[in-house]
């Protein structure tokens, strides 16, 4: 899925939670500047290691995306996020932060797993979650990413979800693209 979407990044791009890099091979030559939100030291240095000998500059910020991000208002062309909100503490105030460096004309790529339309897979989601939130470095496997999108102000452009192979409660995903 990363090399569906990501590829659609252009100009200046914030990638938030980018940790150990997975999605830099999917940048085309359309992204002239790359920021990364990673608060993981060690995601982070694998990160620096993919980026080496990269035509775009990959600059890392240090810190969780809830924090005001250091780049001036409407100064970014695209946002990526992939599986990342399932595991921010505040996701709404992190999208708030994307929203608030989101040029008008930008918009936000999204690839993200969480709850699902079925109510026999939700209610293993909210069972699962407390437990998996401990083993899985903060995962959410119930949050219902259309909504969060909504309710920090985005407008959801294109929406698609569906099942990956695997487990039911882990496996729900949405994709699409959302602007401000």
């Known amino acids: 899925m990363r090399g569906d979407w ?3 990044a252009r100009g200046v791009v914030l990638e938030i939670g980018i940790g150990s890099g997975l999605n830099l091979p999917f940048y085309s030559a359309e992204v002239r500047r790359i920021y990364g939100v990673e608060p993981s030291p060690e995601l982070q240095k694998l990160a620096r290691k993919r980026s080496v000998g990269k035509a775009i500059h990959v600059e ?4 969780c995306a809830e924090e005001p ?8 062309d695209t946002v990526v996020i992939t599986w990342t909100l399932c595991s921010i503490a505040d996701p709404t105030r992190a999208l708030r932060q994307m929203k608030r460096v989101l040029k008008p004309s930008g918009r ?15 209610a293993w989601q909210d069972r699962l979650t407390p437990l998996w939130k401990r083993i899985g470095g903060g995962c959410h496997l119930n949050r219902k990413i259309d909504d969060l999108l909504l309710e920090a102000g985005f407008a959801i452009d294109e929406l698609r979800t569906k099942y990956l192979p695997g ?3 882990m496996t729900y995903t949405y994709q699409g693209f959302a602007h401000v």
Do not use: Y
């Open 6 to 8: 990501v590829p659609q």
């Open 60 to 63: 890392l910020f240090s810190q």
């Open 69 to 76: 991000l250091p780049l001036p208002d409407q100064s970014v």
């Open 108 to 122: 936000l790529i999204f690839v993200e797993h969480g709850r699902a339309p079925d109510s026999g897979v939700a």
């Open 167 to 169: 487990p039911r409660p």
